[in-house]
């Protein structure tokens, strides 16, 4: 019985990692919840996307988009976190309240079924660049002065 579960399992497991989003793919509209509770949109205009499934990644991602100078941070951006993995205790209480200090808006998708086909890479944040909808590129980073470089050459 437990090499039937196990097999199964592994069925599951590589499809939904065959689900990913790649490169020419078209996304559906986004919209979530940002650390102040407010709307956070993924339209048609977006054309960057940061994506952090990890505390590493999102460390990366926060740095970055404060390294960079108001005027050089690309137009239609959009920061998603996938926060689903973090106790909902620890979100509520330590970590959102944090996040509202930040000088930005995160969309925070706290039970990973939003973002649960995008990719991501462990310990890395993603960049997504869109063209209404159509994935045009996808890359991971594991610095912030890496984001830095990608967004502003954009």
């Known amino acids: ?5 196990f097999v199964v399992s592994l069925f599951f497991m590589t499809t939904a990692q065959a689900n990913v989003f790649a490169v020419n793919d078209k996304i559906e509209p986004v919209t979530l919840e940002d650390q102040f509770e407010q709307p956070l949109v993924i339209n048609e205009q977006t054309q960057v996307v940061l994506f952090s499934r990890g505390m590493k990644g999102g460390e990366f991602i926060q740095e ?3 390294a960079i100078p108001a005027e ?8 998603i976190a996938d926060i689903s993995g973090m106790p909902s205790l620890i ?7 944090k996040m ?3 000088p ?4 925070l ?12 890479e462990k310990d890395m944040a993603t960049v997504i660049v869109l063209d209404k909808f159509t994935v ?3 890359e991971n980073f594991d610095s912030s002065d890496a984001i830095v470089e990608a967004i502003t050459k954009k």
């Open 1 to 5: 019985m437990k090499a039937i579960l």
């Open 64 to 66: 970055a988009l404060e």
């Open 72 to 79: 050089k941070k690309p137009e239609n951006l959009a920061y």
């Open 91 to 97: 979100a509520r209480f330590v970590a959102i309240p």
């Open 100 to 102: 509202k200090d930040l």
């Open 104 to 107: 930005f808006s995160m969309g």
């Open 109 to 120: 998708d706290r039970e990973g079924e939003v973002t649960a086909s995008w990719p991501a």
């Open 136 to 138: 045009v590129s996808i």
